[in-house]
């Protein structure tokens, strides 16, 4: 016997739209019809023990203790600083609410693969200042520049020259 896949809302040759292949390819989640009902808390300690990432909401993340279940909180660097590195937004495992309308999520990944698919907070910092600070002395320095090209008398009138004390560049 044969199964033949139809697109639901198409005629039978057009084939399915990105946003039914999208659908398609989205994890099911937990169980919650007639075929068998499983709680919040048994499914994500399924995932959890199975050592996959658990995307919960602001009210499930407090109910869920990651050093129990061996999970860390995913960080991605926000450079434009409008949220935090932990906020993460799409459907929560526990509740199904999209996490965007509940006060943004918290993806919490296992503690083996962490170090590849997150980054530390304080590096993140670390890194974020290093920019700003270049970004501030390259200003200054532009403004000074723009000074001197509108004022060059503002500082002074002699010129400056650079003694070359590397010879070798300029054999004869």
Same mark, same amino acid.
């Given at each position: 016997? !044969?199964?033949?896949?139809?697109?639901?809302?198409? $005629? *039978?040759? /057009?084939?399915? +739209?990105?946003?039914?292949?999208?659908?398609?390819? /989205?994890?099911?989640?937990? $169980?919650?019809?007639?075929?068998?009902?499983?709680?919040?808390?048994?499914?994500?300690?399924?995932?959890?023990? !199975?050592?996959?990432?658990? *995307?919960?909401?602001?009210?499930?993340?407090?109910?869920? &203790?990651?050093?129990?279940?061996?999970?860390?909180?995913? @960080?991605?660097?926000? *450079?434009?600083? %409008? +949220? !935090?590195? @932990?906020?993460? &937004?799409?459907?929560?495992?526990?509740?199904?609410?999209?996490?965007?309308?509940?006060?943004?999520?918290?993806?919490?990944? =296992?503690? /083996?693969?962490?170090?590849?698919?997150?980054?530390?907070?304080?590096?993140?910092?670390?890194?974020? $200042?290093?920019?700003?600070?270049?970004?501030? &002395?390259?200003?200054? #320095? %532009?403004?000074?520049?723009?000074?001197?090209?509108? &004022?060059?008398?503002?500082?002074? +009138? %002699?010129?400056?020259?650079? =003694?070359?004390?590397?010879? #070798?560049?300029?054999? %004869?």
């Amino acid at each position: 016997m !044969s199964i033949v896949v139809v697109p639901k809302y198409h $005629r *039978l040759g /057009e084939g399915f +739209s990105r946003a039914e292949q999208m659908k398609a390819m /989205e994890a099911p989640g937990r $169980r919650t019809k007639a075929k068998g009902y499983q709680s919040p808390a048994s499914y994500i300690c399924d995932v959890a023990d !199975s050592k996959q990432g658990v *995307l919960l909401c602001d009210f499930c993340s407090a109910k869920f &203790n990651p050093r129990r279940n061996r999970h860390r909180k995913r @960080f991605t660097a926000d *450079l434009t600083g %409008k +949220s !935090s590195g @932990f906020t993460v &937004n799409g459907t929560c495992d526990a509740c199904k609410q999209n996490t965007a309308l509940c006060g943004g999520g918290t993806f919490f990944v =296992p503690e /083996e693969i962490w170090h590849q698919v997150s980054m530390d907070p304080t590096e993140a910092r670390r890194r974020a $200042r290093a920019v700003w600070q270049f970004e501030a &002395n390259r200003q200054k #320095r %532009k403004r000074v520049l723009e000074d001197y090209r509108d &004022n060059p008398n503002k500082f002074g +009138s %002699k010129k400056v020259t650079i =003694p070359v004390t590397d010879k #070798r560049r300029f054999a %004869k």
